[in-house]
């Protein structure tokens, strides 16, 4: 054998590293690869938490909106962006992780601390469990598939009365000694969104250059491929699924808490699902940074026009929608990125990308 | 024997693609696969390695019954193909494309960086490390042949089914091909090709099976294949296979 | 008994209209591969044209419906031809984000001009209604419900006689060959937007007629029904619209007999879920263009 054959011999056994090497390999690369990315975030944490001590109640409830958007869009953006299956039902984990929530306080009083890790669980469940028949399904298909479990499962939770109070709304305890959990208040839900929509970039971040991450983008190019390299991509799916319902959920929890007292149609409504995804495509979907700039951009301009321009305010942001369609079809992000590495900034080019 | 197929068969509607075929292949050989188009050659690879389940009959490993088995679950088994209409992952570069067969198939690397090496290494084999940082759409047709190869051989395969490989390559190529193909046996990996180019397949097989309609027609050592009346045929018709014996 | 007759009666008139509103929805899935979120505005839009003729012209609606017509179909090609054919090559939620953020622009245009209240278009004969046997059914409604069958059937007719309708089938199976073919493809495409939009605009007035309607609830309510019926029915499938229409109109009503509250709709989206998972092309047939259900 030729030592170049020998090499390959070698390379086909495949290298198997004591566990004292992975670690070290697996700390190495983490801190080599993500050192800017992870300054960043924390920088913008930190600025965050700083900007609390300085801003009004008002400001703060704006802010919360906008990292709970945040939050949201990364959770879309795993099993849409990265992973390639759009969920139009996303709104259906929020909606179960408000309900799981408030049922658990107002009917057994439940602390909220245990309210909220058991709506995580509530949601994966689901996603697990609508999964696993509607992750077969691509495309179009897949989006109205979920929609309408979103759709069922707001009328479940509408028919549930006697636990849920149907369509006469529930009530989360916050006075005095009924209260499981004293009421955060503005600066703490302000604290709370900001740790949730933190995580949540943090975890896509890591998900993103995981041997996880390879996979769901296989899975979103090619399935057939991605199964012939060993990735069961129906786990993967399942698991991208519910990662995303874990995250929704759990901002639904939030905002539960938050807003005390609320309809099935408030905490199911089907645009906070499309919003998601405006967000995430309209910032570049299946990158990191593109749901977090989509989002927050999103949300602010639409508070700012919402307090700014009254009435015309959906009309001026659904003509901003249909212009940064037509003009960022790619997304913000990814628009920037290639407009950095090739010097030139050109919108016209980008009209004349995609169209007929 | 690394591999043993009876009796396999798949319908699809009324039409039989494969059927009542059974053969068996030793470690370390290189088996040729031919026939002429819509014979079944790809369907049968396909039933093999998961991508279709049989309607009859039984695929084993190494003694073991796989049939049916999810492609996840061969890959695992040291069994990996190539796809006959190329499929990379568009969204990754080249290396990252061959990386991510690395980190998931048997005997992964454990981390990402070091499928990223291994990657690396293989490229270098298949000769486009060159083009290692590209995507996958900017390369050549030789090339994006080589990038599927190497995908493949990141999965670390016992056993490797190759399809149609040679197809719109030129001269050069083709024995450059030919050489790793040899390369690749001799490293241990057990080989199943399957091609058109009757060039390359002679200097490449141990023996070959010819398909039609399905079913195995023949199967010997090259010469004695190619010489055989029915295949010739099979491919060129009766009335040249008269002339030719 | 009676009652259920009575529901089936009156689900499978209702369905015809149904049909109406998504046909064109589905059309324009099928050809282009867009799903147009705004589908239900347009319609609505349509039938604000035909109150206004009604209030100041005291035209009937059934008059109104070839202006309603025109005027919409102009207002899709427009749409077509200087929006959405801008991002027809782009990944399908560009479409699906441009339609919305269009139908969010035309719903708040139409709040605007007319507010938010609750319209309706009156005429003497749809509140009267004949019998037979035990059901009743009103005029008003079967209008409706046999134009739209006859539109849809006429649709169809359009679709596989005419030389427009070949290559507007033709340009949805093959876009390039259909242009290598001198099939031009922008126009084909504004020509196939502005029917969906004509025919939502018709529909619109036609739910003018029977019932109510408002810039905020119903747009979304008939896109969502839309959707539903063309998945059901196939994509670009004009018979399967119907079919299609006529389930979801049965089922509505007869549903709303059998069960109480608003478990009907919870039902009928696990229908619609069991139907992709089993048959995703449609409850009849092959759908006509499903070749593309990449995202």
């Known amino acids: ?59 703060m409830r704006l802010l919360s909106a906008v990292f709970m958007f945040v939050a949201l869009a990364q959770g879309w953006n795993i099993i849409g962006g990265f992973t390639g299956y759009a969920s139009f039902g996303q709104v259906a984990f929020f909606g179960i992780g408000a309900y799981t929530t408030a049922v658990l306080m107002n009917n057994y009083h439940a602390s909220f601390w245990i309210a909220m890790p058991a709506a995580i669980v509530g949601g994966v469940l689901f996603a697990v469990l609508i999964g696993l028949p509607l992750l077969r399904l691509r495309g179009h298909y897949f989006a109205i598939a979920t929609l309408g479990a979103a759709e069922g499962a707001r009328e479940v939770v509408n028919n549930m009365t006697p636990i849920t109070g149907g369509g006469l709304g529930i009530t989360i305890p916050t006075f005095g000694s009924q209260a499981p959990t004293a009421y955060f208040g503005k600066p703490g839900f302000y604290l709370a969104f900001l740790l949730l929509a933190t995580a949540s970039v943090a ?18 190019e090619d399935e057939a491929a991605a199964g012939a ?64 700039v989509g989002a ?6 639409s508070q700012y026009l919402r307090i700014n321009l009254g009435t015309y305010n959906q009309l001026i942001f659904g003509a901003i929608v249909v212009a940064v369609v037509v003009f960022f079809p790619q997304g913000v992000v990814n628009f920037v990125r290639d407009a950095w590495r090739s010097r030139r900034l050109s919108l016209l080019d980008n009209i004349r990308r995609y169209r007929l | 024997m690394i591999l043993e197929v009876r009796n396999l068969a798949r319908r699809f509607g009324g039409v039989w693609a494969v059927r009542n075929v059974s053969f068996s292949v030793e470690e370390g050989e290189i088996v040729g696969v031919i026939g002429p188009n819509g014979a079944g050659k790809t369907t049968l690879v396909n039933l093999i390695t998961g991508q279709l389940r049989p309607s009859e009959g039984q695929v084993m490993i190494d003694g073991r019954d796989v049939t049916g088995q999810r492609p996840w679950a061969i890959a695992h088994d040291c069994v990996a193909r190539t796809f006959q209409i190329v499929k990379p992952f568009r969204g990754l570069t080249v290396r990252e494309n061959v990386a991510t067969g690395a980190m998931h198939g048997s005997r992964r690397d454990r981390t990402v960086r070091e499928a990223m090496a291994t990657a690396d290494r293989l490229l270098e084999l298949v000769g486009i490390s060159h083009r290692a940082s590209a995507a996958p759409a900017e390369l050549s047709v030789a090339d994006a042949r080589r990038l599927e190869l190497a995908k493949a051989l990141a999965t670390r395969p016992r056993l490797l089914f190759i399809d149609e490989v ?27 090709a399957i091609e058109h180019v009757m060039k390359a397949i002679r200097s490449i097989s141990d023996r070959i099976i010819v398909l039609h309609q399905g079913s195995i027609l023949v199967s010997g050592t090259p010469d004695e294949v190619l010489a055989d009346r029915r295949v010739i045929e099979v491919y060129l018709g009766h009335r040249f296979a008269q002339r030719q014996t | 008994m009676t009652q259920f007759l009575q529901a089936l009666a009156y689900g499978a008139v209702q369905g015809g209209l149904l049909a109406l509103v998504a046909v064109g929805f589905s059309l324009v899935w099928g050809v282009m591969n867009v799903i147009n979120l705004s589908h239900g505005a347009l319609a609505v839009t349509g039938a604000y044209v035909a109150w206004l003729l009604n209030l100041h012209f005291g035209l009937d609606p059934f008059l109104a419906i070839p202006f309603v017509g025109v005027t919409l179909f102009a207002i899709g090609y427009v749409i077509q031809r200087g929006l959405i054919n801008l991002v027809i090559n782009a990944p399908i939620f560009l479409t699906l984000l441009l339609t919305f953020g269009l139908s969010l622009v035309v719903l708040n245009a139409l709040q605007l001009a007319f507010k938010s209240d609750d319209r309706t278009i009156d005429t003497s004969y749809a509140s009267q209604s004949f019998v037979i046997g035990v059901v009743n059914i009103p005029y008003g409604r079967l209008a409706a419900c046999l134009l739209a069958v006859a539109i849809t059937v006429g649709l169809a007719a359009v679709m596989t006689r005419t030389r427009l309708g070949h290559a507007i089938s033709a340009t949805g199976m093959d876009r390039g060959a259909a242009r290598l073919m001198g099939i031009r493809a922008r126009h ?3 020509v196939t937007f502005g029917i969906s939009a004509a025919l939502a605009g018709i529909a619109g007035t036609m739910i003018a007629t029977v019932g109510s309607f408002n810039p905020t609830t119903t747009p979304g309510q008939l896109t969502l029904d839309a959707f539903v019926i063309s998945v059901l029915g196939g994509l670009g499938n004009m018979y399967g619209a119907l079919v299609g229409g006529f389930v979801l109109g049965v089922a509505e009503t007869v549903g709303g007999l059998l069960l109480t509250g608003t478990w009907v709709n919870a039902i009928a989206m696990a229908v619609l879920i069991v139907t992709l998972i089993i048959r995703p092309s449609g409850l009849i047939g092959k759908a006509q263009f499903s070749g593309r259900v990449e995202v």
């Open chain 1, 1 to 59: 054998m030729s030592t170049e054959t020998a090499s390959l011999a070698a390379l086909l056994e495949g290298r198997r590293g004591s566990r004292n090497e992975q670690v070290t390999e697996w700390l190495r690369s983490r801190t080599l690869a993500n050192s800017w990315g992870a300054a960043a975030l924390v920088a913008l944490f930190a600025a965050m938490l700083g900007l609390e001590q300085v801003i009004e109640p008002g400001t």
């Open chain 1, 203 to 220: 975890l896509s971040a890591v998900l993103a250059r995981s041997r996880f991450g390879y996979a769901m983008v296989a899975v979103h």
């Open chain 1, 229 to 292: 390299l060993g990735i069961n991509t129906t786990t993967v799916k399942v698991v991208a699924f519910a990662v995303s319902a874990a995250i929704v959920a759990c901002a639904g929890a939030l905002y539960a808490f938050q807003q005390i007292e609320f309809y099935p149609t408030d905490v199911f409504d089907s645009s906070f699902t499309v919003l998601m995804v405006i967000m995430v495509v309209i910032g570049g979907s299946g990158s990191v940074v593109g749901p977090l």
């Open chain 1, 296 to 301: 927050a951009g999103l949300e602010l301009l």
């Open chain 2, 166 to 192: 040679m197809a719109g390559l030129r001269p050069p190529e083709i024995d450059a091909a030919t050489g790793l193909i040899h390369r690749l046996r001799d490293a241990g990996i057990t080989i199943v």
């Open chain 3, 188 to 190: 084909i495409y504004a």
